[in-house]
C-alpha cells in the first residue's frame, strides 16, 4: 500500500492520570480515512517540552504529516506552541487582530484574563491560523521543507470542527485505493460471526471485528483485489449472516430504528427500570427523533410500575418486578398509556447488588409491542452494572429493529 | 521525581481508524497513580507485527513496566503474542488445563470454535497467565533481565478487571511521594476559577484543569514542598473557590448528590425533555441509587408535559415548552404525582434543528424543586446536541446539589 501516513501527537498529562479519554485519535483516524490518508500511530506524552519534542522528533522521522491535539489553551501548562517553536528553532509571536478576537470570545476582564488572552493569541512564526469555528484557541498549520505540522485545539468538539472545516481541505484530492465495507451486525458475537462467515471470504481480503455491547462492526479490507472480486466476498458475507446485518455503513442502532419508524409515520414510547432513561436519550440522540419518539417512562420502583404503567399488582407480587410478564406489561403500558404504535420495555437487575440465585445480577428482560403483538426475551448479560446496562439497550433497539423489519414486510405483502 | 514509571502500548486499527476509543490509558494512568508508578507515555500502533515490535523496542529503552493492550482475541488480527515472543525470542506454548477453561467459556463448538481457543490458550514461554475474571482471554506477565511486561485483554472492561484482581498486586509496597489534591468544581469556567484562584497558589505548586461539561477538575500537585507548605496552597484555594466545590476527590456529581439524599432519607424525580433520560441514566448509574431515585418521565411532546407532568395547557402555550415557567411545572409536576421530595426538570432545544431567533439552539431551562421552594435557571450552552444535552444534565445535577446543601444547612439550623 501506498496511501500517504500520519501521525498523532496527543499531549496533556490527564490522558496520562486518569482524568481524561483521548477522544482524538478516533475522530482523526476516521476523518482522514475518509480523504485516503491513514493513520498509523498515536503516542500521548505529558504537558512537558521535552516529551513533546522527543515525540515530534520520532514522528517526523517517519511520516511527513503530524497532527499535535492538546496544549493550545489559556494556562500555563498549555506548552505544545513552545515546544513546537523550540523544536523548529522558530519564535512566537501575536498577530493583533487575532488577539481581539480572542478577548471577544472570552468575555472576561482583569489582569489575569489579558495574560490568558495574549497565551491563545500567540503563533508560531510563519504558521497559518486556523480559525476555531466552536471555541476560543485557533489551530495553527506549519509547513517545513518537508513536512506539514498541524496543531489542535484539545477539547474534542474543538479538535473535531478545525478538522472538518480547514484541515481535510488540505489534504483534498488525494484518492482511496483501499477497498472497504462495513457490517454492522446485531444479536451475534464475534465467535458466532466467524463460525458463520468461515470460507466465505477469499484470500486476499482482511476481515476486522470491532465488538462492542450487543452489536459487532465488522470490516471486509482489500488493497489487492480487483472491484468485482472484492465484491464476490461482501455479497458471501451478506448471504452468511442475514437478517443479522442491521447496516453496511458505521452507523448506531437508533438511527436504523429512527428510519424505519420515520419512513412509515409510526410513534415509539419506552419503560425503563434498571436502565432508567439510557435507551430513551440513545433514541434522542437522533438529530430530528421529535418525529417519532413520543415520550418514556423511567420507574424504579414497584409503586410507579402499578401507577405509571399500568404493570398489574397481582403479576408483580407473583412473577417480581423482573420477570417476562411485567416486561410484557411495562411495553404494552407504555404504549396504550402514551398512544405510541411501539413500547419498549427493560427490566432487569444491573447489580452489583440486588441479584439472588433464581435471579443473578445480569439478569434482564426486554419486551417490544406493536400492532402485531408482544415479544419477549430473557437475557444474561455480563460485567458490571454499566456493561449490563449498556448490552440491555442495544439488545432492546435490535429487537425492535427486527419488528419493525417484520412488520414493514409483513405490511408490503 | 524519582518515582518509578510505565508506558502502554495500545495495539487495534480500530483504534487508529476511528472504530473505537482508547479506553486503558485513562483508566491504567489512574489505577498506577494510587500506587505512585507514573504512566509517561502511550503509544497506539495497527495490528501489524512490525509496529507492535518497533513500539516495544521504544518503550523498553525508556522505562523497566510495560503494559500491552489488545490482541489476546481469537481472531486472526489478534497478534499482540506473536509479536512480543518473537521480540523476546520465545517460543509460543499452549497449557492444556488453560485450554480446557477456555473451551467452556466459549461455549460454541465447530471447528473454527476449536482454533479460536487454540489461539486464545497460546501464552508465552516463560509467562505467568493473569486470570480474567470477567471474559475469556488470560492476561500474561513476562519478565525479563530488567523489565516487567504485561499482557492485557482490548476490551476495556476486562483489562480493568486484571489491573485491579491481578496487576496491581505486583507493584504494591511503593509509596508515592507526590504530594496532589483534587477539587472537583461545578458551575464555572477553566478561566474563571484561574481569575479566582490567582495568587493562591504559592510557587511550587502545579496546577492542572480538567474540563468537561459543566465541571472543571482542579488539580493541586507538588514534589517539592512540604505537607504543610502544600497545605497552605490547598486551603487557600478552597476559600477562593467556596461553594463551588462539590467534592475533594475524584467524583461525579451524582455520587454527591446520592449521597445527600440518601443522608436525608429523601428522594428524588425527574422530567426531561430535550435530555431524555440522560439525567436519571445518570443518577442511576450509581449502584444503590434505588435507594432514593424513584423515577422520571421523559416527556418529548407538548401532549405529554399536560397529560403526565401537570404542565398548564394555557401556560405551554402562552411561554411555549422551552421556559422557565415550564421548567418550573415540570419539576414540581414529576415530584407531586411521584410522592418525591425532590424534582428536577430539563427542557431546551438540543439542536441542529428548532431553534429560533429568540429561542435559539442552546437555550436550556433547568428547575429544581424541593420542599423549600423552586428555582429555576436560563442556560445558554454551546457546542453541538450532544455537547448541549451534557451540558444540561451535569448543570442541574449541579443545581439540585446547591438546594440540597442549602437544605441541609437550613435544617441543621
Request: hydrophobic share 40%.
Amino acid at each position: 500500500m501506498n496511501l500517504p501516513e500520519a501521525e498523532l501527537i496527543s499531549t496533556g498529562s490527564e490522558l496520562l492520570s486518569g482524568g481524561a479519554l483521548n477522544r482524538h485519535t478516533a475522530c482523526l483516524g476516521a476523518a482522514l480515512r475518509e480523504k485516503g490518508v491513514l493513520l498509523v500511530r498515536e503516542t500521548t506524552v505529558p504537558d512537558r517540552k521535552e516529551a513533546i519534542i522527543d515525540a515530534l522528533r520520532g514522528a517526523l522521522r517517519r511520516v511527513k504529516i503530524v497532527f499535535v491535539g492538546g496544549g493550545l489553551g489559556p494556562t500555563h501548562d498549555d506548552i505544545t506552541k513552545e515546544a513546537v517553536a523550540e523544536y523548529l528553532g522558530r519564535r512566537l509571536v501575536i498577530q493583533e487582530q487575532e488577539l481581539e478576537d480572542i478577548r471577544r470570545k472570552m468575555a472576561v476582564s482583569g489582569r489575569v484574563a489579558e495574560d490568558m488572552c495574549r497565551r491563545q493569541a500567540e503563533t508560531i512564526e510563519g504558521g497559518r491560523l486556523l480559525p476555531n469555528p466552536v471555541g476560543v484557541a485557533p489551530g495553527i498549520k506549519i509547513d517545513t521543507e518537508d513536512a506539514s505540522i498541524f496543531l489542535m485545539p484539545g477539547p474534542p468538539d474543538e479538535f473535531e470542527a478545525i478538522l472538518r472545516t480547514q484541515v481535510l481541505t488540505f489534504l483534498g484530492g488525494t484518492r482511496n485505493i483501499l477497498r472497504e465495507h462495513i457490517f454492522m451486525v446485531g444479536g451475534m458475537r464475534e465467535v458466532e460471526i466467524a463460525a458463520h462467515i468461515s470460507g466465505a471470504v477469499q484470500a486476499g481480503v482482511e476481515v476486522y471485528y470491532r465488538p462492542a455491547p450487543g452489536r459487532v462492526e465488522l470490516v471486509l479490507e482489500s488493497s489487492s483485489l480487483s472491484e468485482e472480486e472484492f465484491g464476490e466476498s461482501v455479497a458471501a458475507v451478506r448471504r452468511c449472516l442475514g437478517r443479522a446485518i442491521y447496516a453496511e455503513t458505521r452507523v448506531g442502532l437508533e438511527s436504523v430504528v429512527g428510519n424505519l419508524l420515520r419512513r412509515k409515520g409510526r410513534t415509539l414510547a419506552t419503560a425503563e427500570s434498571c436502565t432508567a432513561g439510557m435507551l430513551s436519550a440513545r433514541i434522542t440522540s437522533v438529530s430530528g427523533s421529535s418525529k417519532y419518539f413520543v415520550g418514556g417512562v423511567t420507574a424504579y420502583t414497584d409503586r410507579l410500575k402499578v401507577a405509571e404503567l399500568m404493570v398489574s399488582q397481582r403479576h408483580l407480587e407473583r412473577h417480581g418486578a423482573v420477570s417476562a410478564t411485567v416486561a410484557r406489561q411495562m411495553a404494552s403500558g407504555v404504549r396504550k398509556r402514551f398512544h405510541a404504535d411501539y413500547g419498549v420495555s427493560i427490566t432487569g437487575i444491573a447489580g452489583p447488588e440486588g441479584g439472588s440465585v433464581r435471579k443473578p445480577v445480569g439478569l434482564v428482560f426486554i419486551a417490544v409491542a406493536g400492532p402485531s403483538g408482544i415479544q419477549v426475551e430473557r437475557n444474561m448479560f455480563g460485567g458490571g452494572r454499566e456493561r449490563v446496562r449498556e448490552w440491555s439497550v442495544v439488545t432492546a433497539l435490535n429487537m425492535l429493529r427486527l419488528l419493525l423489519e417484520e412488520d414493514e414486510e409483513a405490511g408490503a405483502r
